[in-house]
Every structure is written in C-alpha cells, then in structure tokens.
T-cell receptor
C-alpha cells in the first residue's frame, strides 16, 4: 500500500540551529514528493517538490529537501531555523494510481517549534 | 488573484442537519479537490474533479456529495451531518497538465457537528 510516514509528531529546535523534519514514503514506481507548510488557522502552502533530477531540492523560505531513493526518504531541512518557521509541516507523495490526476497522499504532519 | 476561497470559515451543525461548503478558484485550474484534516491523520481526500462535469470519489467519500458547478466552483454537501464529520475541510486546485504539479489550498472551513 502507498503511504507517507512522518515519524515525529513534534520537532523542537533552537533559533539559529539547523532543522530536519523527517519523511519516508512507500509508492509504486517513481515517486513525486512534496512538502507543504500550514501556519495556524491557514490553509496549506506549497514549499517544494521533487519530480526528477538533482536529489537536493530547494524551495521557499530557505527550505530544502534531500531525496534518498535507497532509504525512500525525503527529509526537509533548513540550515538556520527562525521562530517564524514554527508551523505544521506535511510531506506528501503523488498517488501512483491516480492516472492523469495528481492525487496526493499526505503524512500525518510534524509540528515544528522553534524556540528563541 | 484571490487564489482559492472557501465559505464559510466556521460552522456549527446539529446532527442530521445539512449544509454545503463552497469553494471557488480564480487561477483557471481544471482540477479541484476536497480534503478533510483530522488531528494525527493528515489530510484525506474526499472527492476530486478533473474538469467541469466530472467528479470522482477519494479515500473517504461516505456521507458527502459534491458538485462541480463550473470551472471555478466545486461545492461539498453534507446531507445529514454526523459528529464523525467534525473536521477542518480544505479545498484545493491544480493545473491538470503534467505529473507532479502542486496543489493550491484554500483557508479551510472548520466544521463542528454536535
């Protein structure tokens, strides 16, 4: 079965330190992977995606993610965390059986708390 | 551009009542989606629509109906609300072309069923 796992419910980081939010996936065929962020009482905002090519993908707000095919992982990273990065982060993978559509399968989400 | 808009923002229903959640997008997207978000479960797809006049079931369609009124609007209807439908509902849209295009989300509707 296709799935996305975010093993940490919450990640705590001090401001200025690097952060990593973990994601592993299980999908048939080539994976198309996404990261979204949700600020309180807001909808999801697209951060970045991996379709093909370079394993290191750069996105909005200084975030990047590293695709690792052998470990089936797509971890989100940022070299220096800001308090304003505190939010709920979702990893998603395109459903390989969605035909011409782009149905997404989401992880449960990881809450990132950046402390001053 | 307003992007994806949803109404209402909040709603409280009694068990058995009906209501329609409205969604509209002004990005000329063909594909639209309805999700529900529950704590610890991420987002789950309820229904989606590839284009005007077509709708398909997602992962959790029971208890819901949808209408793709035109290219811009995609509504979600609860005919007889149940407490299990207490959730935050998000509408999203995307272009259909290519594989791996991102979805754009509305601000959500927080629904409580008593």
């Amino acid at each position: 079965a296709q799935s996305v796992a975010q093993p940490e419910d919450q990640v705590n980081v001090a401001e200025g330190n690097p952060l990593t939010v973990k994601c592993t996936y299980s999908v048939s065929g080539n994976p198309y992977l996404f990261w979204y962020v949700q600020y309180p009482n807001r909808g999801l905002q697209f951060l970045l995606k991996y379709i093909t090519g370079d394993n290191l993908v750069k996105g909005s707000y200084g975030f990047e993610a590293e695709f690792n095919k052998s470990q089936t992982s797509f971890h989100l990273k940022k070299p220096s965390a800001l308090v304003s990065d505190s939010a709920l982060y979702f990893c998603a993978v395109r459903d390989a059986f969605s035909g011409g559509y782009n149905k997404l399968i989401f992880g449960a989400g990881t809450r990132l708390a950046v402390h001053p | 551009n307003a992007g994806v808009t949803q109404t209402p923002k909040f709603q409280v229903l009694k068990t058995g009542q009906s209501m329609t959640l409205q969604c509209a997008q002004d990005m000329n997207h063909n594909s639209m989606y309805w999700y529900r978000q529950d704590p610890g479960m991420g987002l789950r797809l309820i229904y989606y629509s590839a284009s005007e006049g077509t709708t398909d079931k997602g992962e959790v369609p029971n208890g819901y109906n949808v209408s793709r009124l035109n290219k811009r609007e995609f509504s979600l209807r609860l005919e007889s609300a149940a407490p299990s439908q207490t959730s935050v509902y998000f509408c999203a849209s995307s272009t259909p072309s290519g594989i791996g295009v991102e979805q754009f989300f509305g601000p959500g509707t927080r629904l409580t069923v008593l």
